[in-house]
């Protein structure tokens, strides 16, 4: 599958993006965790937003769509 990784600084501005594919949503969890830049990382499939993670806090994830 497709997923955009959006690394944001601190106010939430997008500095870059990557558009790439992981196996499953785990993976693509696992990938954000290792990012090296930026205060916060998104990672979203198609439209719709897996987890957000922030530097010092734990992840968030959203709810699987019905």
Partial sequence: MHYIICFKNGA??????EYTRF?????A???????????IIEIWK?????TKLARGQHETRSPPAS
Avoid at 12 to 17: K, N, P
């Fill in 29 to 39: 969890v696992d990938y954000g965790r290792t990012w090296g830049g930026g205060e």
């Fill in 12 to 17: 939430g501005h997008t500095q870059r993006s």
């Fill in 46 to 50: 198609g439209c719709q937003l897996v």
């Fill in 23 to 27: 196996k499953n949503d785990d993976a």
